[in-house]
């Protein structure tokens, strides 16, 4: 017969598709694997229902036969083959899906028909400038050869093979200074492409290897020496099964032990340690889905720089799809590995495709839903195992709930957690709300660079002589998550360097404080002139203890988010709007009053030290050292 062309593609198409599907090129052999256990499939399904004898499910296989010399690589099984009418329709038309039209006839769910076979075969010539293919159909005497170089067309003459099923002949194309093509040939290169991408189709994938022949000591050896001298090992071949075929995720629960798990998750993930919790899940609705998916104990050592990739692994029926896919975690829960295996997705998707995949966005709904109860469980049941994971996974939680403008607050809320004042260690949202007094209206917190420095803050120690717990905050995200979420259970977030509108309630005091304030307002009025556009205001305070000044300010910018702001590599300098506050009860008012009226100039140098106090205490850099330290000495005469 003569060369017929492709039916409905030209050889600018082919390539469009083999360069725009497949990222790389060692795809070919999962694709080809795949298309092999599809034609088993088939046949199985055959003889299951027609009843046909003769055809048990262990006599079924794949082989892989590599021939360095020949340069061919070929793939076989014993499915159930291609007449010449299959091998015209399915290979003459460039996306033709044989597979696909079985699958929409067949209502069987134990039949996995993974992808569209016309793609997935043609991704062969991204390796090879020929392919042969020698298919027998099942219950047919004549067999079948297809022949194609990619081009213009393929050929269809009649062949000889022994048995039903299909060689696939891969004729590899000559190595180049860019390309290594015959990688493709080596043991140790299919055996890991086989591991990497179908170790889990559940038919066995055997090979010919080579492996050392049984030693056998030497009896005509003259000496000692001779028999203990080392030889070169004699290589045999031996048949082996490359894949184990039972996926770990598809086995139930109740067979697996949590050494299973941490093996597999060890092996797989490359993490020294086991993980600190397992999820395994099984889905089955509108898109069916089985997860396995682990909670690390400690976070890698680049988790939050730009080098990690998140996602998981995504498998369609056991044939491994894209190592990372991001869309099926959000962001906040990048620190979970593991892995999903749908039936419901193709095996040709690509990044783009899954971006706008209707079956994909429901499988990551219901992934986001597991892992959110997961958590919850973990914290409830076990406290200690979570604070250490809180500790290194925390921050992204935070960042969660910061992104998207709270969009994700009800998924994190209830997960995030904070240093306590009144408890002196790390506690939820929740339990903090269980504790507040009725009457109490706020959630309060306090931002700092430490625990410690914020438990000797001017305006926290006052809070908390009054019995009021407070949460201590140190991550630059902290104070940006409490103004963007607002608040919690009906509960506003209020840190303790803004005004308290409860505290206004208390009118005794508030007349009290407003008194002090007329008769010290030419002073107030100096200091602010003294210190210009370093502070917006300056006022008297009830809110402090035994400190003679704190640092506030107004609006929703704070000091520390100044810091974190400037501290960011673009953009102009930002300066929150800042207040000096001087204590109602301190007897530094009578000094500064004093100088005041008598020296002027001492009172403008008091005024810089307080502000430059101030500044310290909220472990900030002050304006001029050399300056303050020379005041300083200065009273010290």
């Not at 505290?503 to 002090?516: H, T, Y």
Request: hydrophobic share 35%; with cysteine; net charge negative.
């Amino acid at each position: 017969m003569g060369k017929r062309k492709f039916k409905t593609e030209s050889k600018r198409l082919l390539d469009l598709m083999i360069n725009s599907i497949y990222t790389h090129k060692e795809i070919f052999l999962r694709e080809l694997i795949s298309n092999a256990s599809d034609a088993i499939d088939k046949l199985y399904y055959e003889s299951m229902s027609k009843n046909i004898t003769g055809l048990a499910r262990e006599d079924f296989a794949i082989r892989i036969t590599a021939d360095k010399d020949a340069r061919t690589l070929t793939i076989s099984d014993n499915g159930i083959g291609m007449t010449e009418q299959d091998l015209d329709q399915n290979l003459g038309v460039i996306a033709k899906s044989g597979s696909l039209d079985f699958k929409e006839n067949v209502e069987d769910e134990d039949i996995d028909i993974i992808g569209q076979f016309g793609v997935g075969f043609y991704s062969a010539f991204m390796v090879a400038d020929k392919v042969t293919v020698i298919s027998k159909a099942y219950g047919e005497e004549q067999a079948h050869s297809w022949e194609s170089d990619g081009a213009d067309g393929y050929t269809i003459e009649e062949a000889e093979k022994e048995g039903h099923g299909t060689d696939i002949i891969l004729h590899m194309k000559e190595s180049t200074a860019e390309e290594d093509y015959d990688i493709f040939l080596r043991e140790y290169k299919i055996r890991a492409l086989v591991k990497k991408y179908s170790d889990y189709i559940r038919y066995p994938i055997k090979m010919m290897v080579d492996v050392p022949a049984p030693v056998e000591p030497d009896e005509s050896a003259d000496s000692e020496e001779a028999k203990s001298e080392p030889k070169a090992p004699k290589m045999i071949k031996e048949d082996q099964t490359l894949n184990t075929m039972v996926p770990l995720w598809k086995r139930q629960k109740s067979e697996l032990t949590d050494e299973d798990y941490n093996s597999f998750y060890k092996g797989k993930f490359y993490d020294p340690e086991d993980p600190a919790r397992v999820i395994h899940t099984s889905v089955e609705g509108v898109s069916s889905f089985t997860a396995l998916m682990f909670i690390p104990k400690k976070a890698p050592f680049n988790y939050y720089t730009r080098e990690f990739e998140k996602g998981l692994q995504l498998y369609s029926s056991g044939v491994l799809i894209m190592d990372r896919c991001e869309e099926l975690v959000p962001d906040y829960f990048s620190f979970v590995r593991g892995l999903v295996d749908s039936q419901d997705l193709s095996l040709n998707i690509s990044r783009e495709m899954l971006q706008h995949d209707r079956q994909l966005k429901n499988i990551a709904k219901n992934i986001t839903r597991k892992i959110r109860n997961e958590l919850a469980d973990f914290l409830k049941n076990d406290r200690e195992g979570y604070e250490a994971f809180y500790e290194n996974f925390g921050l992204q939680l935070k960042y969660g709930m910061y992104q998207d403008f709270g969009l994700h607050k009800g998924d994190l809320e209830d997960l995030v957690m904070y240093y306590s004042s009144s408890e002196k260690k790390m506690v939820t949202l929740a339990e903090y709300v269980e504790r507040m007094p009725e009457d109490q209206t706020h959630i309060y917190y306090a931002a700092g660079d430490s625990i410690e420095h914020i438990d000797r803050m001017p305006r926290t120690e006052a809070l908390k002589e009054k019995g009021t717990e407070i949460l201590y905050v140190t991550d630059d995200i902290d104070e940006f998550v409490f103004q963007t979420v607002g608040s919690y259970k009906e509960k506003t977030f209020l840190s303790v360097k803004q005004d308290d509108p409860a505290a206004e309630q208390d009118e005794a005091a508030k007349e009290v404080l407003e008194k002090k304030e007329e008769e010290y307002k030419d002073l107030l009025a100096a200091i602010k002139a003294s210190l210009g556009d370093k502070v917006s205001e300056v006022k008297l305070t009830d809110r402090l203890a035994e400190h003679p000044v704190c640092l506030t300010t107004k609006g929703g910018l704070s000091l520390e988010m100044e810091r974190v702001l400037n501290a960011a590599p673009a953009g102009e300098a930002i300066k929150a709007e800042r207040v000096l506050e001087i204590n109602a009860d301190h007897e530094i008012l009578d000094v500064l009053k004093a100088a005041q009226a008598d020296d002027k100039d001492k009172m403008n140098t008091y005024a810089q030290l307080l502000y430059d106090q101030a500044l310290l205490i909220e472990g900030m850099p002050i304006d001029d050292p050399v300056r303050f330290s020379t005041e300083v000495c200065k009273l010290m005469k």
